[in-house]
C-alpha cells in the first residue's frame, strides 16, 4: 500500500516563501505523476501542480504560475512544491496525490496546512 507523507507546512507572512514535501513509501513500481492539491475553507479542493514522474514535465493552475514549483528526487521518492510569493488567497490545506497510470489520482496524503497572514 502507497502511503503519502507530506510536511513543511506553517504559518508566513504575504510575500513569504515555504517548501512542502511528500515522501511516498510503499511502491512496487513508479509512479506515473504526482501533484499537489489544495482546499481551503468551504471551498472545493483544487488542482495546484502535477509532475510526470518519467518525463519531469510539469503542470501548474493558472493562480499559481509563476510563483510556484513542482520538482521531484527520484531517489528519495520524494516531491517537493516551492511556493513563492505567497498571498492569503493561498491559504489551504495542502494535500499530496500520487497516480499509478495518469487517469486519476490514487493515493493521498493527509494534508498538510498553509496559513498566509496579511
Known amino acids: 500500500q502507497v502511503q503519502l507523507v507530506e510536511s513543511g507546512g506553517g504559518l508566513v507572512q504575504a510575500g513569504g516563501s515555504l517548501r512542502l514535501s511528500c515522501a511516498a513509501s510503499?511502491?512496487?513500481?513508479?509512479?506515473?505523476?504526482m501533484g499537489w492539491f489544495r482546499q481551503a475553507p468551504g471551498e472545493q479542493r483544487e488542482f495546484v501542480a502535477a509532475?510526470?514522474?518519467?518525463?519531469?514535465?510539469?503542470f501548474y493552475a493558472d493562480s499559481v504560475k509563476g510563483r510556484f514549483t513542482i520538482s521531484k528526487d527520484t531517489d528519495k521518492n520524494t516531491v517537493y512544491l516551492q511556493m513563492n510569493s505567497l498571498r492569503p488567497e493561498d491559504t489551504a490545506v495542502y494535500y499530496c496525490?500520487?497516480?499509478?497510470?495518469?487517469?486519476?489520482?490514487?493515493?493521498w496524503g493527509q494534508g498538510t496546512q498553509v496559513t498566509v497572514s496579511s
Open positions: 496525490a500520487d497516480s499509478d497510470h495518469g487517469r486519476t489520482y490514487d493515493y
Open positions: 510503499g511502491r512496487t513500481c513508479s509512479s506515473y505523476a
Open positions: 509532475i510526470n514522474w518519467s518525463a519531469g514535465t510539469t
